[in-house]
């Protein structure tokens, strides 16, 4: 059973702070995408990528994939209340399913 | 508005009765999918359609039953459920089924309740 682990899994942090979660399996995917939950919405895309080692910025958010493309970062610089939400990140797999990890519950104190 | 609009947004029902939920895609999508989503647990991909042919069932109870008339459209029949059935049960849809790096787009979700 292919398993994506991300961790932590709750986090409570000030506005302002830095903050990084972190997504890892023993898979190697072809690509991962990160998504943001809010409360009573669906998760909406912030991004993929694709290739061993990609880093790309959306903001203040900067998303790593790793070399061997089995594990991935979301770090949030001066986090605020505004990055409130469930982030999920999702590997593509060979299937062509998406192996879904179980979340990061991020709360921003203003 | 996301595109995909999910119908009810909450539901509360008896193990003994028979309820649809619905989706609505307008975004020209060729496959569309059911999830279903348990709090601290992953999201269960439980049915994929793609051009209105179902392409994945991941071992799904009988006591739930997709309907995708037309590749806008699904429906997620439920029937005798049981309580670990409450979840949210969300929709999704993206341009094209087996494409790795194809973005999927959600609805918000049918909050389900199993009396």
């Known amino acids: 059973t292919q398993l994506l682990e991300q961790s932590p899994q709750f986090l409570s942090i000030q506005e302002g702070e830095n903050l990084t979660v972190y997504c890892n399996s023993s898979?190697?995917?072809?690509?991962l995408q990160w998504y943001r939950q809010e409360p009573g919405e669906g998760p909406v895309l912030l991004v993929t990528?694709?290739?061993g080692g990609e880093v790309k910025k959306l903001k203040r958010l900067t998303f790593q994939f790793g070399d061997a493309r089995k594990d991935s970062s979301l770090h949030i610089t001066a986090a605020q209340p505004g990055d409130t939400g469930l982030y999920l990140c999702?590997?593509?797999?060979?299937?062509?399913?998406?192996?879904w990890g179980a979340g990061t519950k991020l709360i921003i104190k203003p | 508005e996301t595109g995909v609009t999910q119908t009810p947004r909450h539901l509360v029902m008896g193990m003994t009765n028979k309820k649809s939920l619905k989706c609505e895609q307008h975004?020209?999508?060729?496959?569309m999918y059911w999830y279903k989503q348990s709090a601290k647990k992953p999201l269960e991909l439980m049915f994929v359609?793609?051009?209105?042919?179902?392409?994945e069932n991941n071992s799904v109870p009988s006591r739930f039953s997709p309907e995708c008339p037309n590749s806008s459209h699904l429906f997620l029949h439920l029937h005798t459920l049981q309580p670990e059935d409450s979840a949210l049960y969300l929709c999704?849809?993206?341009?094209?089924?087996?494409?790795?790096?194809?973005?999927?787009?959600f609805g918000d979700g049918t909050r389900l309740s199993i009396l």
């Open positions: 999704a849809s993206s341009r094209k089924w087996a494409d790795d790096n194809q973005p999927q787009h």
């Open positions: 975004l020209g999508h060729n496959a």
């Open positions: 359609y793609s051009l209105e042919e179902r392409v």
């Open positions: 898979s190697v995917f072809s690509s």
């Open positions: 990528v694709v290739t």
């Open positions: 999702a590997g593509a797999c060979s299937n062509y399913q998406l192996i």
